[in-house]
């Protein structure tokens, strides 16, 4: 409500690009997300994005911004924001913490390059099953991050199913 979340959302990216630079002059690959408000994108914020992403030329393709799916379905006219960074060579990562796994077919035909999902999405899933909802998402070339992963087990299982990031 006080309109600070777009400059809360570029001091993010600045600090992004900062420790991207500063990984790479030490001969490190490093790639950074960093969650924004899809919402809050105005004209000036995506022409500032874009200024940005022209300025820093390689560090776009270490950059990966995460965004809230929900936002994306519940307003599918930002859709041409996600084409317009996709064009930077940005990841974009499609954050879906509902645990729904019937919209994974929709999210297929976005511009996007990552999924995140809680554990609890897909805990009971077995390799077919998991295999049968994610096999053109893969197939795609794009890659699954599942996040709250809290024992070695789930660890050990979800490399069994080429999950591609965990966080926990």
């Given at each position: 409500?006080?309109?600070?979340?777009?400059?809360?959302?570029?001091?993010?990216?600045?600090?992004?690009?900062e420790?991207?630079?500063?990984?790479?002059?030490?001969?490190?690959?490093?790639?950074?997300?960093?969650?924004?408000?899809?919402?809050?994108?105005?004209?000036?914020?995506?022409?500032?994005?874009?200024?940005?992403?022209?300025?820093?030329?390689?560090?776009?393709?270490?950059?990966?911004?995460?965004?809230?799916?929900?936002?994306?379905?519940?307003?599918?006219?930002?859709?041409?924001?996600?084409?317009?960074?996709?064009?930077?060579?940005?990841?974009?990562?499609?954050?879906?913490?509902?645990?729904?796994?019937?919209?994974?077919?929709?999210?297929?035909?976005?511009p996007?390059?990552?999924?995140?999902?809680?554990?609890?999405?897909?805990?009971?899933?077995?390799?077919?099953?998991?295999?049968?909802?994610?096999?053109?998402?893969?197939?795609?070339?794009?890659?699954?991050?599942?996040?709250?992963?809290?024992?070695?087990?789930?660890?050990?299982?979800?490399?069994?199913?080429?999950?591609?990031?965990?966080?926990?």
């Open positions: 409500k006080s309109g600070v979340l777009a400059t809360i959302d570029r001091v993010a990216l600045v600090r992004a690009f420790a991207i630079a500063e990984q790479t002059s030490r001969g490190r690959a490093t790639h950074i997300s960093v969650p924004m408000d899809l919402a809050s994108f105005d004209r000036v914020q995506l022409l500032w994005l874009e200024t940005e992403l022209r300025r820093r030329g390689t560090q776009a393709s270490s950059l990966a911004l995460e965004f809230d799916v929900n936002v994306l379905m519940d307003r599918p006219n930002l859709i041409p924001i996600l084409q317009r960074l996709r064009a930077f060579d940005l990841g974009i990562v499609l954050a879906d913490r509902s645990g729904n796994l019937s919209r994974v077919g929709k999210y297929q035909m976005l996007v390059t990552m999924l995140r999902l809680p554990f609890g999405a897909i805990a009971a899933l077995d390799p077919i099953n998991f295999s049968a909802i994610f096999s053109a998402w893969r197939e795609s070339g794009r890659s699954i991050v599942i996040d709250t992963v809290d024992d070695v087990a789930a660890v050990m299982r979800l490399w069994s199913f080429g999950i591609d990031y965990l966080q926990g």
